[in-house]
C-alpha cells in the first residue's frame, strides 16, 4: 500500500509495487514524481527525511544539506541585512539533500533499478500534468514571487497569471535534469556532475552555493528517538528534526486519561494544545544541528522529566504561548521566528512488511521562487530560518544543518510496524501527528476517519506576530467558546484548511492486512492491492 498527496504519485508508487519493487523503491518514485506534480511542496533542491522499519529494526535517515562553506553571517551583515531573506537567491544557501536520501536508501533497500524509479516523473515533467485546484490556488498565492523569476513566471504563470484548473504544466527542463540523475546516478549525475556546477553558476552571486558544497555532501544513517505511548512505541527523528516536539507531546498525553475527554470536545483541543506548548518550549530552545550542540534527549524524553512538565498543564489554566523550556543551552537564544514551510509526506509498506515513511520538502511554497537557470529546479529557501544573531541556538555557520521542522512517524508494537504516518505543515506536524495517534488509538477511530476529523494548528504562521490556536470551521460553535473562555486566543480557518497539513498513514492490523487513508486537503490517493 502508498499513500501520498497527489494521485499520480500514489500511481507510480503502486506500479513500482506492483513491478516487484520495495517500499523504498516506491518511495523514491513517488517522491519523484511529486517534485514534478507538486512543485509548490516538492523538489528536487530540497531536502528529505525517512523512518523505516525492517522487521523489529527501525532506522532513519537524515538527508538535510548543510550552509555552504561561503554562508557566513558576516556576508550576510555586510550587505546591510538583519535577517536572511526569504526568497531569491540570498535565501538559497543549504544543499539540497533529497537526491543522495533516495541514494542511500537505494543501496540497501532498493529491488528495481536506480534509472527504473524515474520514468513516471520523467513522463509527467516532459508531456504535462494537470493542473489542480490546489496548485492553481498556490500558484495565485504565490504569482507576486514567481513574475519575479523569469523562468519561474515562464513555467507556472500563464500570461502573468495563474493557469486555470485542468492546464498542462509542462516543466521540460526538469524532464532533462531528471534523466541525468536518473542515467548518472545521485553522485554522477547531481552530486559531482556537470549538474551541480549549472545549478550553483545559474544563481547569481547572492548565493553561497558552489558545486563543492554539492560534491562534498552525503545524507546519513541515524538512529531514532523514541518513547512510548500506551501499548505502541512511537519513534521519531533526532535533531535537526523537530521529532523531539512530536515525541514529547505523546509522552505528555500518556500520563492523562485522554479517553475520558472524549475527541473534539473543549478538554481534548485543550490538553492538545497545552501539550504543545510545553514541548515546543524544548524544541524551540534545544533543536538545530545536533553537531553543534549536546542534545540531553534521554533527559527530555525520560517519564520523570515528562512528569514534572506535565504538571504545567490546567484543565482551566491556560500555559503562555512562549512558555520557558524545561531544559535551557546556556548563552542561546532560542527559536522565536516563523517555523512554517511547506512539505509533502508520504507511507509505504511492501509485501514483505518493509515500512516507509518519508517527508521531504522545499520548505516555503516554490522554495526560494526561483528556477537555477535552465535546470528546471527550485532551490529550497530553508536557509532563510538560519539566525544573524550570534548567540542564537540556530545561528548560521558554514557547513552547519538548520533547524527542520520536517518529522516523519512510526509507531511500532512489541517491535513491528503497526502506524507509518505523517503530515505536511511546519509548526503543525507534531499536533496532526497527536491527532492522527490519539484518535486512532484511543478512540478508535478507523485511519480515514482519524484524517478526516477536525484539525487544530497552534503557532505562528506566515509571518503572524504571535502565536495563537487556529480551529478548522467545522469545528461547533459551543466548543470555539469554550476554548476561548480558558484563554485560547482563537482563529477559525476553512472548514478543511491545508494549513493544518496533509496527513497520510497506513496502519498494519495484527492479520497482516493494511488500511490506508489519504487527506482530503490534498491532492493524494491510498492505493493498496
Known amino acids: 500500500m502508498i499513500t501520498t ?16 519493487g520495495s517500499a523504498v523503491d516506491a518511495a523514491i518514485a513517488a517522491n519523484a514524481t511529486l517534485c514534478v506534480a507538486y512543485p509548490h511542496m516538492a523538489g528536487l533542491g530540497g531536502d528529505g527525511f525517512w523512518l523505516l522499519a525492517d522487521g523489529n529494526n527501525v532506522t532513519g535517515i537524515n538527508a538535510s544539506g548543510p550552509a555552504a562553506a561561503n554562508a557566513t553571517r558576516a556576508s550576510y551583515r555586510d550587505r546591510g541585512l538583519e535577517s536572511i531573506p526569504d526568497r531569491g537567491s540570498e535565501s538559497a544557501l543549504t544543499v539540497p539533500g533529497a537526491i543522495d536520501g533516495w541514494r542511500l536508501a537505494h543501496e540497501e533497500y532498493g529491488s528495481l533499478s536506480w534509472e527504473r524509479l524515474f520514468e513516471d516523473a520523467i513522463q509527467h515533467a516532459r508531456e504535462g500534468v494537470a493542473v489542480t485546484a490546489n496548485l492553481a490556488r498556490w500558484i495565485a498565492l504565490d504569482r507576486d514571487v514567481l513574475a519575479d523569476d523569469p523562468r519561474a513566471a515562464a513555467t507556472f504563470l500563464s500570461n502573468g497569471d495563474a493557469p486555470t484548473v485542468g492546464a498542462t504544466l509542462r516543466q521540460p527542463a526538469l524532464a532533462a535534469s531528471l534523466e541525468r540523475i536518473a542515467h548518472g546516478g545521485a553522485r554522477d549525475g547531481f552530486y559531482d556532475g556537470q549538474l551541480a556546477i549549472e545549478f550553483c553558476t545559474s544563481l547569481d552571486e547572492e548565493s553561497p552555493l558552489t558545486a563543492t558544497d554539492f560534491s562534498e555532501y552525503s545524507a546519513e544513517w541515524v538512529t531514532p528517538l523514541d518513547i512510548e505511548y500506551g501499548n505502541c512505541t512511537a519513534h521519531s527523528l533526532p535533531p535537526n528534526s523537530q521529532g523531539l516536539a512530536a515525541l514529547q507531546i505523546l509522552g505528555l498525553l500518556d500520563g492523562f486519561d485522554v479517553e475520558s475527554w472524549g ?14 506548548k510545553v514541548a515546543f518550549a524544548d524544541r524551540d530552545a534545544w533543536i538545530t544541528d545536533p553537531d553543534s550542540i549536546q542534545l540531553p534527549a534521554e533527559t527530555l524524553l525520560s517519564s520523570s522529566y515528562l512528569e514534572d512538565r506535565r504538571a504545567l498543564i490546567g484543565r482551566e489554566d491556560t500555559l503562555p ?24 509526506y508520504l507511507s509505504v509498506v511492501d509485501s514483505d512488511g518493509l515500512a516507509v515513511s518519508l517527508i521531504q520538502s522545499i520548505y516555503y511554497d516554490f522554495g526560494s521562487g526561483v528556477i537555477a537557470g535552465d535546470t528546471g529546479i527550485i532551490p529550497q529557501n530553508r536557509g532563510s530560518f538560519f539566525s ?22 512510526m509507531l511500532t508494537e512489541e517491535g513491528d510496524p503497526r502506524l507509518v504516518y505523517g503530515t505536511m505543515g511546519g509548526e503543525g506536524q507534531p499536533q496532526t501527528q497527536a491527532a492522527l495517534v490519539t484518535r486512532l488509538l484511543d478512540f478508535e477511530y478507523d485511519v480515514q476517519q482519524a484524517i478526516e476529523a477536525p484539525r487544530w494548528l497552534f503557532g505562528r504562521t506566515w509571518g503572524e506576530a504571535s502565536r495563537s490556536l487556529t480551529l478548522e470551521g467545522r469545528i461547533p460553535d459551543p466548543v470555539v467558546t469554550g476554548l476561548e473562555k480558558r484563554g485560547h486566543p482563537v482563529a477559525m480557518g476553512r472548514n478543511y484548511d491545508d494549513t493544518m497539513g496533509h496527513a497520510a498513514a ?17 491532492d493524494g490517493a491510498a492505493i493498496g492491492y
Open 5 to 20: 498527496p497527489h494521485t499520480l504519485a500514489s500511481s507510480t508508487g503502486l506500479d513500482v509495487l506492483r513491478s516487484g
Open 388 to 409: 544573524l544573531d550570534p548567540n542564537h541556538i540556530n545561528r548560521l555557520e558554514p557547513r552547519k544543518r538548520t533547524f527542520h521542522t520536517l518529522t516523519p512517524a
Open 506 to 522: 497506513i496502519r498494519r492490523h495484527d492479520d497482516g492486512s493494511l488500511e490506508g487513508g489519504s487527506d482530503p486537503r490534498s
Open 263 to 276: 475527541d473534539g470536545t473543549v478538554d481534548y483541543y485543550h490538553h492538545l494544545a497545552e501539550a504543545v
Open 321 to 344: 504561548a512562549d512558555l520557558e523550556p524545561g531544559i535551557a543551552p546556556e548563552t542561546t537564544q532560542p527559536v522565536s521566528e516563523d517555523a512554517g514551510g511547506d512539505t509533502c
